[in-house]
């Protein structure tokens, strides 16, 4: 029988726990992290024997996320959960991220870490659970590991820091920004924020960084207590007498290859001087040695022309971005479209339109059901002149994609002013450095071109760092691929002209400095006005109008006690309006209609066809209608969709009729006017028709239908059948 013992202390004015000892006794590491009532558990394994042929760090991290920690049955036909959802490929990310690079490089053994979150009380978020339970269980194994690290989210509401906001506090905060931390540095950060400056940014950091110390402390009480010794991993090198061998000839070649500023040149340069090396020295030598070698040597000249000289291998200097390329309604047909190009990183981004009933529902553990903003990125094949499987994203294309979301969402216009839902597609047709960066300009651009009224433009940049042993370092602006491969951060900001709207923060060393952070958002903060001026050259603001092809949404409102009538029973009725009249429909709970359709006079005939099932009928006004049925004493007339009233035989004309076939039939249509309205029986007079005086009243519309916005609705998220049933 294990012996449980949990280590706890506040943060934020709740109780962190992290409790070891209890679950899962056959794993390597185990322990739980509660939160409020947040829980997860976290799992660690470890391969007996190395992975064959791994050249690479093989670790997986794992996030399940279990339906029944939030009291929910999954969808779907099988009832289980299926492929993680797109919150779980993210948190997957946000765990690996300040993970990975405190681990050993040289490690081969494989490491497996799974999350499960076994209950989420909906208000304390499990990823930063996620990442704290995943360095408690490294620091108890035997895995040589340079933590503790600790996460904490911070937000900021009313111009305070709130350190581990609620779900719903979040919804309120100008941003939210996730911080891991070692002893000393910063490892990995994330933000999505509204338009907030670099200097309140950076004062959060310095608040999360304080923070993550006693999550820290706690973590190191834990591993005193069961930690178990860790292993020596062998010290791995350049073989030396392989260096001694490599001619100087074929040095200074590869120090020339890499000053071609074309990416293609460049490439096929280092092939070229690749193939001599493979040449001289691959009958003496094993060849993963020589190309290990071969890469070394490329690190070392690309590092040591920035520490040492102060120069990037391109010639640019280190604040100078690429030359930039904006085009704007390139494809004809689609309702917004752009091409963002920066040196040669070149991304198309795609604008399509839709009604409220086009949001993508969520399935998770999260407090919201659906959402109507979505980007997506596709990183191809051919952007990097490579032949490779297309298949399912990737975490990396849903990583890339989420961080261009998260930087747009703040400069959309709001759901009642706009009730559309927007995708974006970003495909990637060349790679060099940036393109999630360059997939935030080109999806700006695009959303403009489609006529949205964004508050402003956004774009991003990518920084970068090289630092050396001792204690200097250079910062890099709008890194290319060789950069990001041999440098030693991605740091990513967005936003506008008056803020930070994204941030994605990754290193490869043990963390950074607050210092290197700070100068980083004051660098980027440069470029990212450089590129929004020249981004404006091309459009500077929304176009008037939306695409002659994106489908128009009109308004009305009825009486709430009326949503039932247009619903129908088992969503019977709208169903039967959409499809007479193809157009879309859906309601909230306060009575707003929208109607989305491509044709004007569609909508207009579903607009009638509404109002007849919702206008109430009033005595004195005057219908023009279709008569239905005839029985021997009088005639039925439809005088609004769904609704008749009788006309008695002695109402038909100003004069007696004997014969009520002699004077209408099924299908004509006659004025009538209403004389009786009680308890849903409408009477109707053909006969007072002739003889109301001019001003009488004649039946008319109450809502004056307008199409496009503004508008005012509420978030829509769930389908029209599924929002009536609930009102009702």
């Known amino acids: 029988m294990l012996t449980s013992q949990s280590f706890n202390c506040d943060i934020g004015g709740r109780n962190l726990v992290i409790e070891t000892g209890k679950l899962a006794e056959q794993a390597t590491a185990a322990a739980t992290v509660h939160y409020g009532d947040t829980v997860v558990l976290v799992t660690l394994c470890v ?55 405190l681990l050993p490089k040289a490690w081969r053994k494989e490491i497996q870490i799974v999350i499960t979150v076994l209950s989420a009380d909906q208000e304390n978020n499990p990823d930063i659970l996620a990442i704290i339970g995943s360095s408690a269980v490294l620091s108890l194994s035997e895995v ?61 950091i310095g608040y999360a960084h304080e923070a993550n110390q006693s999550i820290i402390n706690l973590q190191e009480q834990l591993q005193r207590a069961f930690g178990k010794p ?50 001289n020295l691959g009958e003496s030598f094993p060849e ?48 917004g479209s752009a091409l963002f190009t920066r040196g040669q990183t070149q991304v198309l981004t795609i604008t399509t339109l839709g009604p409220a009933r086009k949001e993508q529902p969520l399935d998770g553990l999260g407090i919201e059901e659906s959402k109507r903003f979505m980007h997506h990125y596709n990183f191809t094949p051919f952007s990097t002149g490579e032949v490779r499987r297309i298949g ?98 991605d740091f990513k900001v967005a936003g506008t002209t008056d803020g930070i709207t994204g941030i994605q923060m990754d290193t490869k060393l043990k963390g950074i400095s607050l210092e290197i952070t700070e100068k980083t958002l004051i660098q980027a903060h440069e470029a990212r006005l450089f590129i929004l001026a020249e981004m404006n050259k091309t459009i500077s603001a929304n176009r008037p109008e939306l695409s ?21 029973p088992g969503g019977k009725t709208i169903r039967s309006i959409s499809e007479e009249t193809d157009v879309t429909i859906d309601i909230d709970n306060d009575g707003t209609v929208h109607i989305g359709a491509h044709d004007e006079a569609a909508a207009r005939k579903a607009i009638t066809i509404i109002e007849g099932l919702t206008k109430e009928v009033e005595i004195g006004s005057i219908y023009t209608g279709k008569v239905t049925r005839l029985l021997s004493f009088g005639a039925f007339v439809e005088i609004l969709p769904g609704k008749e009233g009788m006309v008695h035989i ?75 049933q609930q009102r009702r």
Not at 174 to 203: C, H, W, Y
Not at 293 to 306: C, M, P, Q, V
């Open 548 to 568: 002659p092809y994106a489908p128009r949404i009109y308004r009305i409102t009825i009486p709430q006690d009326k949503i039932g009538s247009v619903i129908g």
């Open 47 to 101: 391969s007996d024997e190395p992975r064959e042929g791994a050249d690479f760090l093989p670790l997986t991290i794992d996030y399940e996320e279990r339906l029944y920690a939030v009291g929910k049955i999954p969808g779907g036909w099988i009832r289980r959960e299926g492929r993680p959802s797109q919150e779980a490929t993210l948190a997957c990310r946000l765990t690996d991220r300040p993970i990975r690079p």
């Open 392 to 489: 399912t994203p990737s975490r990396r294309e849903i990583g890339h994609g989420a961080l261009v979301e998260r930087s747009l969402e703040a400069v959309l216009p709001k759901d009642e002013d706009f009730p559309y839902t927007i995708r974006l597609v970003s495909e990637v047709l060349s790679s060099s450095g940036s393109t999630s960066m360059a997939s935030t300009c080109a999806s700006s651009l695009s959303l403009m071109d489609a006529g949205i009224p964004i508050r402003r433009a956004v774009a991003g940049i990518a920084m970068g760092l090289v630092a050396g042993d001792d204690d200097r370092y250079v910062i890099l602006t709008d890194i290319e691929g060789m950069e990001d491969n041999y440098g030693d951060m």
């Open 650 to 724: 002695s109402e038909l004309a100003n004069y007696r009729v004997a014969n009520i076939e002699d004077e209408v039939k099924v299908g004509d249509e006659i004025t009538v006017i209403v004389i009786k309205n009680e308890d849903g029986k409408i009477g109707l007079s053909r006969k007072a028709v002739y003889e109301k005086p001019p001003q009488a009243q004649v039946s008319k519309a109450k809502n004056s239908p307008s199409p496009e916005y503004p508008f005012r609705t509420q978030r829509n998220t769930q389908s029209s059948r599924n929002r009536s």
């Open 230 to 279: 860790k292993v020596e991993v062998p010290e791995t090198g350049i073989n030396p007498d392989l260096v001694a061998a490599i001619p100087q000839n074929v040095k200074e070649k590869l120090a020339e290859a890499l000053t071609h500023s074309e990416k293609g040149e460049r490439d096929h340069s280092l092939s070229e001087v690749k193939k001599e090396l493979m040449d």
């Open 144 to 204: 040589p590991f340079d933590g503790p690290v600790s996460a904490v989210r911070i937000g900021y509401i009313d111009n305070e820091l709130i350190l581990n906001p609620t779900l719903v506090q979040v919804e309120e905060s100008q941003f939210d920004l996730v911080v891991a931390s070692t002893r000393d540095k910063i490892v990995m950060l994330e933000a999505g924020a509204q338009e907030v400056p670099e200097d309140i940014i950076s004062q959060a």
């Open 288 to 335: 993963e040695d020589v190309l290990a070698a071969f890469d070394d040597g490329i690190r070392t000249e690309i590092r040591a022309s920035l520490l040492n000289k102060g120069q990037r291998i391109s010639g640019r200097g280190l604040t100078e971005i690429r030359p930039l390329g904006c085009e704007v309604g390139l494809l004809p047909r689609t309702h």
